[in-house]
């Protein structure tokens, strides 16, 4: 069974810095996705990036982009330039494409605060 | 697009009573998902669907639970009888061939 670890419950962040948050996961599949998704106070669960295992290009969107080691099983995630609005709880997430599974396996979360 | 919706947003209920959250997902989406999110366990696929038909049941918890999805356009999670260990939130998703799932904005469950 693949299981997906997010070792630091909290952290903080000055604004107009950046952070980056980690995540290891545990799988022998080959094919996979690995996303982030951020839940703000609201409890809205947002997709935030999104990474295909045989891509070796590492993802980007605006001020998010991710440092996927694909031989260690490491998916982080680094903010730039935080914002006030990135405080949130962030999910780092598995889903494998083999076998027509669509299961998504979350971690546990880490809450991050971006402090004025 | 209106994104998933979910209905209630919240709902207070008495132990023993049946409870029915319901959930149309984005148009054209195939997959749909319900998860439920719980400080002790975090979020936990209950079950998911693939045009219309139940793929993955394996997170359901018992009996009490029981999902439906009569057209592409809708699904319930139907919890009877409610106890109080299943207060928490719980989302709807669904996805369409890119494998990205798009959350609802939830429904709180508080059973009494």
């Known amino acids: 069974a693949q299981t997906v670890t997010q070792s630091q419950p909290e952290m903080s962040v000055q604004e107009a810095e950046t952070v980056t948050l980690s995540c290891t996961y545990d799988?022998?599949?080959?094919?996979?996705?690995l996303f982030w998704y951020k839940q703000p106070p609201s409890r809205q669960m947002i997709l935030v990036i999104r990474q295909e295992a045989y891509k070796q290009q590492n993802a980007t969107e605006n001020r998010f982009s991710v440092n996927f080691q694909k031989a260690a099983k490491s998916f982080s995630l680094k903010i730039s330039d935080s914002q006030l609005g990135d405080t949130a709880m962030y999910f780092c997430?598995?889903?494998?494409?083999?076998?027509?599974?669509?299961?998504?396996?979350f971690g546990k979360g880490t809450k991050l605060t971006v402090n004025p | 697009d209106a994104g998933v919706i979910q209905s209630p947003r919240h709902e207070v209920t008495e132990m023993g009573q049946e409870v029915t959250l319901r959930c149309k997902p984005i148009?054209?989406?195939?997959?749909l998902f319900w998860y439920r999110q719980t400080m002790m366990r975090g979020l936990e696929l209950l079950i998911y669907f693939n045009n219309n038909v139940p793929i993955d049941d394996s997170g359901m918890p018992e009996d009490r639970f029981s999902a439906k999805m009569p057209n592409a356009s809708f699904s319930t999670l139907k919890i009877q009888p409610s106890e109080p260990r299943d207060s928490a939130v719980y989302f709807c998703a669904s996805s369409s061939t890119s494998y990205e799932q798009y959350f609802g904005p939830g429904t709180r469950l508080t059973v009494t």
């Open positions: 799988t022998s599949e080959s094919n996979y996705y």
């Open positions: 997430a598995f889903l494998k494409t083999q076998g027509g599974s669509e299961k998504l396996v």
């Open positions: 148009s054209g989406h195939n997959s």
